[in-house]
């Protein structure tokens, strides 16, 4: 099935992949992203080789490494730098004649009128393809249409502090790879950045708390269950910055304590709300979830970049092997759907046991 068009609403590491995925059977995406590049959810995702090779084909998986570097070819456990892996497939899919991406285009409404499916922008634009995929994250606009019953992704019940730091120059060599450590209600996990010469330079942090339920609601970030946007630095008031610093010294360990103290100092962490969200469908008609639309889980699976390259694959192979659309995607569902479930309930279990 290749002369079908493809919108893909949300253009992060999920939208991106399934562009570059599809582009390897010859279907075109037009990708819509409400931002102008400056995206960002998380600070380090691992890159698997193998698993990304299977899924780009060759030459756009050498295009992809050849701008992260040897680490990415070598499937390490060293994460790189959230940026540096958007950027990557990002550049590589503007390359891509299958792909166009269009920035500043915030979708509204989604819907599908006899067998095409639709997308309205906030400015009125319409766009009409034959299949559109969801791939606009934890508060998605198309779920909206796909699920009409359940729309929205539960808070978690905790934040992640998200910042990145240096690695002070003394403990370079020492570093071996991701660390997590507890506290009381509260975990840490470091995440070493691999940069595209091997260096280690810099990590990236999450630290994961769940005493800040109440600020979250006060300062309308989170409503009733549901997380309605991530807070501006300045959103949080000082004397939590403060406490925050206060805490880091008592709890967590060199070498990564003064890093995080200095990244909380200069305002450079920002407080994501956690959302959960385990799918009871993905499709509807010729409209079809991936990512974290379909399956916002918690950043402590270590997963969600992983998850969205599954699902870019298997929709890719369903569209392969169906000639009729609906076919394939009714076997998209069946294929992923439990699978979905199971990691962000997983996600959910080890959340609770930890925080
Ligand atoms: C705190 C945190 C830490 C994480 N850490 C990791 C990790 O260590 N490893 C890992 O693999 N994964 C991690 N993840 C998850 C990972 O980033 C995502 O699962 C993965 O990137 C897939 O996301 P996505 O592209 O589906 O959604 P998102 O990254 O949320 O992207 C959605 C995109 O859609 C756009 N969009 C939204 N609404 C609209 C609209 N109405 N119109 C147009 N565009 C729209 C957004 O601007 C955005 O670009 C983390 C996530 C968080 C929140």
């Known amino acids: 099935m290749k002369n079908i068009v493809t919108l893909i609403i949300g253009g992060s590491l999920g939208g991106l992949t399934t562009a570059l995925v599809l582009s390897r059977i010859g279907i075109s995406s037009t990708i819509l992203e409400r931002t102008t590049g400056r995206t960002q959810r998380g600070v380090a995702i691992r890159v698997a080789g193998a698993p990304l090779h299977n899924a780009v084909g060759k030459s756009t998986y050498k295009a992809i490494t050849d701008i992260l570097g040897e680490a990415a070819v070598r499937q390490g456990t060293l994460p790189h730098s959230w940026w540096d892996v958007y950027q990557a497939l990002r550049t590589v899919a503007l390359e891509d004649a299958n792909i166009q991406i269009v920035e500043g285009a915030k979708i ?96 990236g942090f999450g630290w994961f708390d769940s005493k800040h339920n109440g600020l979250m609601r006060e300062i309308g970030v989170v409503n009733k269950d549901h997380v309605l946007h991530t807070p501006r630095t300045e959103a949080i008031p000082d004397s939590i910055y403060e406490s925050l610093i206060k805490q880091a010294k008592r709890v967590w360990d060199e070498p990564w304590r003064s890093g995080v103290i200095n990244a909380i100092e200069k ?31 918690s950043p402590m699976t270590g997963a969600g970049f992983e998850e969205a390259t599954l699902d870019a694959v298997a929709l890719t192979n369903v569209l392969e092997k169906h000639q009729d659309i609906t076919q394939a995607l009714e076997q998209y569902e069946l294929l992923r759907l439990a699978s979905m479930r199971r990691r962000v309930e997983g996600g959910q279990s080890f959340g609770r046991a930890m925080l």
């Open 267 to 297: 305002r450079k962490i920002i407080a994501t709300p956690i959302s959960e969200y385990v799918p009871n469908r993905v499709v509807r008609e010729n409209i079809v979830l991936i990512g974290d639309a379909a399956h916002a889980q």
């Open 108 to 203: 509204v409404e989604v819907g599908q009128d006899g067998n095409r499916p639709w997308a309205m922008s906030e400015s009125g634009e319409r766009w009409v393809a034959d299949i559109l995929v969801g791939a606009d994250g934890y508060r998605s606009v198309v779920r909206r249409f796909v699920s009409a019953d359940q729309q929205h992704a539960n808070y978690a019940g905790y934040i992640a502090w998200l910042g990145q730091a240096e690695i002070p120059s003394k403990y370079k060599g020492r570093i071996r790879g991701v660390d997590f450590f507890s506290g009381n209600r509260e975990l840490l996990a470091v995440y070493p950045l691999i940069e595209k010469n091997m260096e280690l330079n810099h990590f």
